[in-house]
Structure formats: C-alpha cells, structure tokens
C-alpha cells in the first residue's frame, strides 16, 4: 500500500478557504501561494511592482488576510551593515539640549506629497475606477523616485538621512484614507505629543483646508507624556503653520507629571471619564459647525459622564444608532472604494468626524475616550486597524476611524521607530535607534547600567549588551548576551513613553523661560490634575493590597535583586526597573 503523503495544518487551512471561495463564486488562489508564505509575499512583491510600472494589477482576492497588511520599505543589506559595525565601533556622546528642537521643515520639506484620489464619477465602472487608482498610484511611486534628493540638515550618523524614509506602499490603506476624507465633515488629525514634527504632513492639513475645504482640529495627544510647557509652544507652533486649524490638548490617561529615570508602566484604557480633552474637542467642534448641526446631545453627554465621575460611578452605556462594522458596501468585489453617494456636508443632520493620522498616534483610543467604552482594538503595535469603521457617539455625531498611514518624508528612521511608527518587531538592526535615542537622553545612568570594560565611553552595542546583563536576556544555543533582544527592549520602552524622549520645537531652548511661565502652561497642567483621580480624591488602596503594577514591578525587582520596594520611588527613583512581559 502506498505511502500517505504529508498534508500539513496550513495547507488544510487553505484547501478550506479555497473551497469557501468557490461557493461564493469567487476566483481561486493559483495553486501552491499559501497567505503569508514567501510565495504570497512574491505575490504581493510583483502586485506592487505592476502598480509601480504602471501595468495593470490583477483583482485582490476579497478574503485575504494580508490585504490591508503594513507594506514599508527598509534599508538595503549594506546599509544594515555599516549601521551594525557604527553601533559597535563609534562612541555615542550626549548633545545638548538644543539636539531636541526639531524643525519640521527638515521632516515634510519641499517636494514630498502623498497620493491622492484620481477624479472619479458614478458613471464609471468598479473595475475602470480600480484601474485608474492603480495607475495614478503607480505614477506617483514613480514621480517620488525620480525626484529623491538629499535633504540639508540631515541628522548626525545617517549615512541615508536624505533620502526618503519607509512609508505606506500599500493602495489598500490609502484607499481607506480617501474614501474617511471623503464621508467626514470634520478632519481629526491625532498627533502624538512627543513628535508634533513628525505626525503632522503639511501636505494632508493643506489637503484638507484648502483643497477638500473642510474643518482641520489637530489633536495634541498624548500630552500626559510630555512636559505642560512643550505641549503649548507646539501648540502656538501649529497655531502659527495652520491658521484655520483648531488645537485641542488631549489624553485617555492622565496623569500629575513624569517622575525622574525610568516611568512606571501605566495600563491605558479603563476609566474613560477621566480623558482630557473631550470638552475641548467638543467646543472646537461647534465653533467649526456653528449651528448648523445640533451638539445639544454630546454636551448632555459629557455632563452626565463627569457627574459620574464625581460620584464615584461608571457611566452607563447608551446604544446609539447602527455602527461599529465595517462598512462593506462602500466597496465592490474588486476592492475599489467606491462613495454610495456623493458628499453632502452635515448629511441628514449628522456631524461626521473622522480620525486620521500616523500609527500609533492614539486614533482608536481617542474614540474610545470619545465614546466611553473599548469600542474599537488597540494596541502597542502599529497597524492594529486594519479599515475604517464608524461609530455614532450620539444621534448627531459620528466618529470614523481610519488605519494608520505613513507619510514619505525624510524623517531619520531611527526616529520612525521610536514614534512607533515602524514596527520593532520587523527590525534587522536596531542597535542604530538605540544609538539615536543614548545621544538624546543619559541612557546608562536612566537603566542603571554598569559601565563597559573599556574606559573610552559608551556604544551602542555595549548598551545593549549591559541591559542584556541586567536582565538576564541569553541566546539559547550559546547562552551569550542576546544583545538584539535588548535593544529592542530599549526601543519598545521609548515607544510606550517610559523612557520619555520629548521633541522640542526651533528655538524653545532660548524661550525656555517664557514657555515655563506662560498661562496657557498652568491652565494645561491645571486640566492634567483634575482628569487625575489621584488628585480628584480617589480612596487609596487597602493596606496590604498591591495595584497590578506594583506587583509586575516588584516581581521584576526580585529577578534583578533590588532591595528597594517598588512604593519608595522617592529614595530611589531609578527603582522601577521594568519589561513589557509583566
């Protein structure tokens, strides 16, 4: 009797989604491409380089799981391995405080656009439509390698600060894009606190206000990461670059201030009647509408949240209309977006607002803290929303939120990994942003690190290596120092805003002073003390009992052998000594 071949789980899985596409009538995959294997990865390679010369791409299988997946470049092979011999070899020395301003000139400068939506009528077909978006977003790939120059001013060991960084190559996320710009009557583009240069492309804010015409509110958030004083000069900053734009401060989680060395993680999420910002947004949002469309019911709504606060109780959720699907009949079988009906501003009466921005600037939990509720996933990994969805926070106002999109520009990759806008899972070296962010903060004094064996300084390598030491990260066959563990240890702690690397805008050091002092500084810092319900009066926890936190940071003192508890920060503040696996 013959031998059985081997039939593997993935290969059962796909014989299962072929044989569903075949009840739907759809066409199936071409015999031997398995989703998320190195020939569909070909696959989705050739796609974009068909788009890229302009030959027309095949229709996208409708189920398929990488259809919305992140698609950034990355740096060529000797590009890693001149960045791997610098990490090892070059000494990294702290700049000063002035190395924190960053002109956004130098991020978004001149030449550097984003791809935008061909003109389009409902008297095309699906599949022309789908064509013509193709071809325009082939030749803008196209326009933006012919045009690469190098930019001044690049940042200190670059060697590729010039050129363009990674950014979105998929048509699928941008189709998102266009289709939120298009349903949405006011734009909220979310902007992380710590890197207003950086989440905010002139080219989408002028899209918006001048092109489209409509409303821009820029949402400052994340502000309880940075410094009252940082937040108001980018606000006067932007203020200043997008006149007719509103600026609205806001977090989900606030908190009284950053302690010194390493933050305490803090779970975000939970009691969203403490967010700072929702009033703001609302007050922006009616001096953008006027009367046209009546936001009585989101201040009643926000009224009853904070009388909830107050006593102590959590608000009742409300059902409000239909929304929280994906809205699949915007779109036909080939994946070409197409608008139900042509754009009519305040529709039935109905304020649209759509979140647009950069991953993980903060858009699902700015809705999240909108609504009340986890309406929408989030997490520490960019690219968690996949397509848009909606979702009424009252009869009259609809909140969108789109995936996240990188923008080309010339920003330093390593900054890209610290925003959290590329992935540090998806690194092959990151010993360089490792490097970028021990030049702008004292990283060893920050981790408590012992000093190399060599006498000259500080490497990028040798910081790695030590914290690899300090928390036991071993290779498995060698039991050597897993320095590449470490250093993406380091990163994701300066994504997730325990090691606070706080951008500045030109020339804050000279006017230090005048920031500090400044009435919209206290006014911020005020409203950060109010949304804390340490100060609001919340009853302290048992005695005996330990929050979540404190255990994860008390168990990680244990492995590290610190006598110093976790409560007595103030002894010690370099005490609180963390990973994300707690």
């Given amino acids: 009797m013959p031998r059985k071949r081997p039939f593997s789980a993935k290969r059962k899985k796909q014989q299962l989604r072929d044989r569903r596409e075949r009840r739907r009538g759809d066409a199936p995959a071409p015999p031997g491409s398995v989703p998320g294997s190195r020939s569909g990865s070909r696959e989705r390679g050739s796609d974009a380089a068909c788009a890229e010369a302009g030959d027309p791409v095949p229709p996208p299988r409708r189920h398929d799981p990488g259809r919305f997946r992140l698609q950034l470049g990355g740096p060529r092979a000797e590009a890693l391995a001149r960045r791997r011999r610098r990490a090892q070899e070059e000494l990294v020395e702290l700049l000063p405080e002035s190395a924190l301003e960053l002109d956004p000139d130098l991020i978004y400068g001149p030449g550097l656009d984003f791809p935008r939506r061909p003109p389009w009528s409902f008297a095309m077909s699906p599949e022309e439509l789908r064509e013509r978006e193709e071809a325009a977003f082939g030749a803008f790939l196209r326009a933006l390698q012919e045009n690469q120059r190098p930019a001044e001013g690049g940042p200190e060991g670059e060697d590729d600060g010039g050129d363009v960084a990674p950014f979105e190559h998929n048509l699928e996320t941008w189709r998102q894009l266009w289709r939120v710009l298009e349903m949405s009557d006011v734009i909220l583009l ?34 309880d990461l940075t410094s009252p004083a940082v937040a108001t000069a980018w606000s006067h900053l932007l203020r200043r670059r997008f006149p007719t734009a509103r600026v609205v401060p806001f977090t989900s989680a606030p908190r009284r201030g950053p302690e010194p060395g390493l933050q305490r993680r803090q779970r975000r999420g939970g009691g969203w009647s403490r967010a700072v910002g929702p009033r703001q947004l609302l007050e922006a949002c009616e001096s953008i509408v006027g009367g046209e469309v009546d936001l009585s019911s989101w201040r009643a709504r926000l009224d009853r949240a904070e009388a909830a606060a107050a006593r102590g109780e959590e608000e009742e959720e409300e059902e409000v209309g239909d929304g929280g699907e994906e809205e699949e009949e915007d779109g036909d079988e080939d994946g070409a977006m197409v608008a139900p009906r042509q754009w009519e501003r305040y529709r039935h009466g109905i304020l649209t607002l759509g979140c647009v921005g950069l991953p993980n600037a903060g858009k699902s939990s700015v809705l999240n803290a909108l609504v009340g509720r986890s309406a929408v996933s989030v997490s520490r990994a960019p690219g968690r929303t996949r397509y848009f969805q909606t979702h009424f926070l009252t009869p009259r106002v609809r909140l969108c939120d789109c995936p996240g999109l990188v923008f080309p520009s010339r920003a330093p990759p390593a900054l890209q990994v610290l925003a959290g806008v590329y992935p540090i899972s998806q690194l092959q070296e990151p010993y360089s942003a490792v490097g970028y962010l021990a030049s702008r903060l004292p990283l060893p004094p920050l981790l408590q690190l012992r000093p190399p064996s060599s006498a000259g300084g500080w490497t990028a390598w040798d910081i790695c290596e030590a914290w690899a030491e300090k928390r036991g990260y071993k290779t498995a066959k060698a039991a050597r120092n897993d ?37 919209e500084t206290a006014a911020l810092a005020a409203l950060q003390e109010r949304g804390d319900p340490g100060v609001q009066g919340s009853a302290p926890p048992e005695e005996g009992s330990t929050s979540e936190e404190e255990e994860c940071d008390s168990e990680e003192g244990a492995e590290l052998g610190e006598a110093t508890p976790p409560t007595s920060t103030a002894a010690n503040p370099f005490a609180l000594l963390g990973e994300d696996e707690c």
Avoid: F, M
């Avoid at 990163?491 to 920031?515: F, T």
């Fill in 483 to 519: 320095v590449y563990r470490a250093a993406n240890s380091i990163l994701r702690l300066a994504a997730d805003g325990r090691l606070r690397l706080c951008l500045r805008p030109p020339g804050y050091a000279a006017q230090k002073d005048l920031w500090e002092q400044h009435p």
């Fill in 190 to 223: 979310i902007t992380d606190a710590r890197h207003p240069a950086l989440n905010v492309p002139p080219a989408l804010a002028t899209h918006i206000t001048r092109e489209l015409g409509k409303g821009l509110i820029l949402i400052l958030n994340k502000v």
